[in-house]
């Protein structure tokens, strides 16, 4: 309690009514909580064992919560560290205070970190010891092996067909694609380009483009035919130019985030970077974030046809796009 008092001083944390006591011992291999004389203990997994200790400390509430079942959605959680010793206070009552909303915003930006990490690393170990190397075919079979028993992040084999109906009927030549996470969306291009063709695909977090990058090499693609740029998908597209040179793209599939469609096909369509009938393809098209780029190509019937859709993933055709190049 040494920790809180001078927060109480400053009238920031109201004290009761109190309803449970919590308190954790945070070593670096494993977690313990006692609450109203109940004991509950685990150990860290070699994922989460790497995380600060900030971070552990939350995920330990988690964990305990979820062990007491303290789940009600009036709860919320004030955390004291002190050294070894983790003090942790469920109270009532403070759902309103910027306090609560703090803390519920730590909450998920650490089963946002775990939930990243866990998938990113587990995903890519599994492919890379389960898969034939070399064998595009096999790397997404173990893909799809491993989507039957874990949440993953990539499109999946019902999706993946559609992306390779639209991949094989246009055989594009310049193709981008925004997030790479662990690349299951790059071989099933890559697999079908024409021999010509080139794959750019965009990942933020470069824990992930590195992995990603593993993947595609693995799947036996070479550096010639594909390129992963680790930046945001703005920065990527302004400078589009330096990789693709005076050719447009004939293909763009976007599954980053989908707050970010919009803005994006626009800097795409103001840099005059698509080419004359260039498909675009949005994945979670359904989502609220993706609403605004759907709502501007319906509306603009003259400049964007939209297309079939499966399961969220959306085909638009434009006809903004750089004209044709003139044939010799
Ligand atoms: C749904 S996953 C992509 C799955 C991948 N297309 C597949 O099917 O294999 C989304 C990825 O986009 C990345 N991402 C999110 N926002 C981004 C942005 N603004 N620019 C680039 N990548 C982004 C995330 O880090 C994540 O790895």
Redesign the pocket.
């Known amino acids: 309690m040494a920790s809180a008092s001078p927060v109480l001083q400053l009238g920031l944390l109201r004290m009761r009514p109190l309803q449970y006591w919590l308190k954790f011992r945070v070593p670096p291999s494993a977690w313990g909580a006692v609450c109203d004389g109940r004991p509950a203990f685990g150990s860290w997994s070699q994922e989460e064992s790497l995380l600060h200790i900030n971070c552990l400390e939350m995920l330990a509430v988690m964990k305990a919560l979820q062990f007491f079942q303290v789940t009600d959605g009036q709860m919320s959680l004030l955390v004291f560290s002190v050294p070894l010793l983790l003090v942790v206070a469920v109270m009532k009552a403070l759902s309103c205070s910027p306090l609560s909303a703090l803390c519920r915003q730590v909450y998920s930006g650490i089963l946002k970190l775990l939930h990243?990490k866990v998938c990113?690393s587990s995903t890519h170990a599994f492919v890379f010891s389960n898969c034939t190397h070399g064998q595009a075919q096999s790397v997404l079979l173990t893909f799809d092996l491993y989507s039957t028993t874990h949440a993953s992040?990539?499109?999946?084999p019902q999706k993946g067909e559609f992306l390779d109906e639209i991949v094989a009927r246009e055989a594009p030549l310049r193709v981008l694609?925004?997030?790479?996470?662990?690349?299951?969306?790059?071989v099933r291009i890559l697999r079908l380009l024409p021999p010509s063709g080139k794959l750019l695909t965009?990942?933020?977090?470069p824990l992930?483009a590195d992995r990603?990058e593993e993947i595609i090499l693995v799947a036996g693609f070479k550096n010639q035919q594909f390129q992963v740029l680790t930046?945001?998908?703005?920065e990527?597209i302004s400078s589009l130019r330096s990789h693709t040179g005076n050719d447009g793209l004939d293909l763009v599939?976007m599954?980053?985030?989908p707050e970010?469609y919009l803005q994006d096909l626009l800097a795409l369509q103001r840099g005059n970077l698509l080419s004359s009938s260039c498909v675009v393809l949005i994945?979670r098209a359904l989502t609220p974030g993706a609403r605004d780029l759907v709502e501007h190509v319906t509306a603009r019937p003259q400049s964007f046809s939209v297309g079939r859709q499966l399961h969220g993933l959306m085909e638009i055709r434009c006809h903004t796009g750089m004209s044709p190049k003139p044939q010799n």
């Open positions: 990243r990113v992040s990539n499109i999946g694609e925004l997030g790479t996470h662990c690349g299951y969306a790059s965009v990942e933020l977090d992930t990603g930046c945001s998908s703005a990527a599939l599954d980053h985030d970010l994945n």
